[in-house]
């Protein structure tokens, strides 16, 4: 079946402008995971959502970080005047949240953002 | 210091070699203990998991938990070069029902043939 796929694949954009990165997650997989992957380092928790609500948005950095998911389903997270420090790839991971697999989550690909 | 800690490497070993891969963390409230494998421009893909101490196999992978020493371990049997990529440990607690993992850096791992 198909697995979880992220919009677009690289984002190349100038420091101050706004960027829309999307998940779409495994079909059923109520749970759904966004990180942080920057050069040499492992993924780094954003935000955490089951259903539609954000459950846990402990992870965003600042204010400028925003995510959705407005059907329980697709994922869009938000960056407001993006900083070169932005510059990573984003990852987005979906699961199922029952008890017996809660932290068996898949990946998607990532979306590689460049700010110049 | 990070709550998980993992030699970035790179590892080179020869095809056919057995591979130690480890981690050692801080928190004591972690319980799950997953490996990831993460092939260059892709996105990590689950190898194991293990709840709490103990050993787990899979094939060619064997996974181990030591909570007393706060370490782990994945080993790999009779290494090929399809298994040069780069290996996460990751853990967690179930704080909240969200199983959110931390990660370590990641072991850069070569099997040269």
């Known amino acids: 079946g198909a697995g979880v796929s992220q919009t677009p694949s690289n984002k190349v954009t100038e420091k101050g402008k706004y960027v829309e990165l999307r998940c779409d997650p495994i079909?059923?997989?109520?749970?759904l995971y966004w990180y942080r992957q920057s050069l040499g380092q492992g993924p780094e928790f954003l935000i955490y959502?089951?259903?539609?609500?954000?459950?846990?948005d402990s992870g965003l950095p600042n204010d400028r970080f925003f995510a959705v998911r407005p059907e329980g389903s697709v994922s869009t997270l938000k960056i407001q005047r993006t900083e070169r420090g932005d510059s990573a790839v984003y990852l987005c991971a979906s699961s199922l949240s029952t008890s017996s697999s809660p932290y068996e989550q898949y990946f998607g690909p990532g979306t590689r953002l460049t700010v110049t | 210091q990070k709550e998980v800690e993992q030699d970035p490497g790179p590892l080179s070993v020869p095809e056919g070699a057995i591979v130690s891969l480890n981690c050692t963390y801080s928190n004591s409230a972690f319980q799950y203990f997953m490996w990831y494998r993460q092939y260059s421009r892709k996105g990590p893909e689950l190898l194991m998991y293990?709840?709490?101490?103990g050993n787990k196999e899979d094939g060619r992978f064997t996974a181990q938990v030591d909570k007393s020493s706060k370490y782990i371990s994945l080993f790999i049997r009779d290494s090929q070069p399809s298994d040069s990529a780069t290996y996460l440990c990751?853990?967690?607690?179930?704080?909240?029902?969200?199983?959110?993992?931390?990660f370590g850096r990641g072991t850069s791992l070569i099997v040269h043939p």
């Open positions: 959502f089951q259903g539609t609500g954000a459950a846990d």
């Open positions: 293990t709840y709490s101490s």
């Open positions: 990751a853990m967690s607690s179930a704080s909240g029902g969200s199983y959110i993992p931390t």
């Open positions: 079909s059923g997989h109520t749970a």
